[in-house]
């Protein structure tokens, strides 16, 4: 059973450029959430999808921008890049109760130059 | 959100002893608490939680305190093995289902 995967895995983009990462949850869960981790901080959550649509988000710009398709896969996409956009994107998948657990991918290594 | 920038404060200890890793969290609505582990180029694992109405926790070798009343969090790790050496991140969640706030994280390097 694969657990949460996200690709690509590394990529590099320059500024004004967009990108779009890709979420395949774990089997089972309907719930996808997206973080932000910056190099040495904690994630930071972005955004969350269930049932394709948007249901709770972060402070983050207009930007950021995502979508979930009805076999809850998820796309996170970034326009405009800026500089400070350089990071690990996490997805994270879960069953959509308060207390689930939340299994993450090991992430996109987005470097923007 | 937090920041220490690029150095995480570090706990070193020997393998074999026990380990206590600190989190102090922000929000004292939040009711729920879990603590993570990521290896370097991996995503955060799952460790152990804890709802509000508790103060300990017990799991495989990891207890997980929670004073609410100074808004105070441990993870305490048992017999500590180099398998263990990774950044331990607490998170708390203030009612939003998955909607996880991160704390500082803290690197542990278990020594030989």
């Known amino acids: 059973d694969a657990g949460v995967t996200q690709s690509p895995t590394h990529l590099i983009k320059t500024r004004g450029q967009q990108v779009t990462l890709r979420c395949s949850p774990k089997?089972?869960?309907?719930?996808v959430s997206w973080y932000q981790q910056a190099l040495g901080q904690g994630p930071q959550f972005i955004f969350q999808y269930y049932e394709e649509e948007e249901r709770q988000r972060g402070n983050f710009p207009d930007r950021f921008s995502g979508h979930q398709f009805p076999n809850y896969s998820s796309e996170l996409n970034v326009n405009a890049l800026l500089l400070g956009d350089s990071a690990l994107y996490l997805c994270a998948s879960s069953l959509g109760g308060r207390f689930e657990k939340l299994f993450f991918g090991s992430g996109t290594q987005l470097s923007v130059l | 959100g937090e920041s220490v920038g690029l150095h995480l404060p570090t706990l070193s200890v020997q393998e074999g002893d026990n380990s206590i890793i600190n989190c102090a969290y922000s929000?004292?609505?939040?009711?729920?608490f879990i603590w993570y582990k990521q290896e370097s180029g991996k995503g955060p694992q799952f460790i152990i939680d804890i709802r509000s109405n508790m103060d300990k926790r017990q799991g495989q070798r990891v207890t997980v305190l929670l004073n609410k009343t100074v808004k105070h969090l441990s993870l305490q790790i048992a017999a500590t093995q180099p398998g263990d050496s990774a950044v331990y991140f607490c998170a708390e969640n203030t009612g939003t289902a998955s909607k996880l706030t991160f704390g500082t994280g803290t690197r542990l390097q278990v020594t030989l």
């Open positions: 089997s089972g869960h309907d719930t």
């Open positions: 929000n004292s609505a939040s009711d729920y």
